[in-house]
Nanobody, 120 residues
Framework: QVQLVESGGGLVQAGGSLRLSCAAS????????MDWYRQAPGNQRELVAR???????NYADSVKGRFTISRDNAKNTVYLQMNSLKPEDTAIYYC??????????????WGQGTQVTVSS
């Protein structure tokens, strides 16, 4: 059984910073891509950033130059450093990992979501 637990959300003023973390635990053999998504009220969930197993990254245009995704493979953890936050970054942020469990084929797992609110 695999579980993802997120932390680090909160309320911040525009221009401020937050760092999100998402740690996977359970019967894990390896982890492929790790992603951060977000969903604002009334909007579809959108991909914010992705980091592959080899460390390659890509970002949504709206966050390029402000957000940085990183991973610690020894800790099965992905991070999202968010700088120069804007009110339009307000959303629930979800991590997603493509995990190879010990007993079956790769599967996507989601975190529970963490609220990020940026005030103007």
């Amino acid at each position: 059984q695999v579980q993802l637990v997120e932390s680090g959300g909160g309320l911040v003023q525009a221009g401020g910073s937050l760092r999100l973390s998402c740690a996977a635990s359970g019967s894990i053999f390896s982890i492929n891509a790790m992603d951060w998504y977000r969903q604002a009220p009334g909007n579809q969930r959108e991909l914010v950033a992705r980091i592959t197993k080899s460390g390659s990254t890509n970002y949504a245009d709206s966050v390029k130059g402000r957000f940085t995704i990183s991973r610690d493979n020894a800790k099965n953890t992905v991070y999202l450093q968010m700088n120069s936050l804007k009110p339009e970054d307000t959303a629930i942020y979800y991590c997603n990992m493509n995990i190879v469990p010990l007993t079956h084929s790769p599967t996507d797992y989601w975190g529970q979501g963490t609220q990020v609110t940026v005030s103007s």
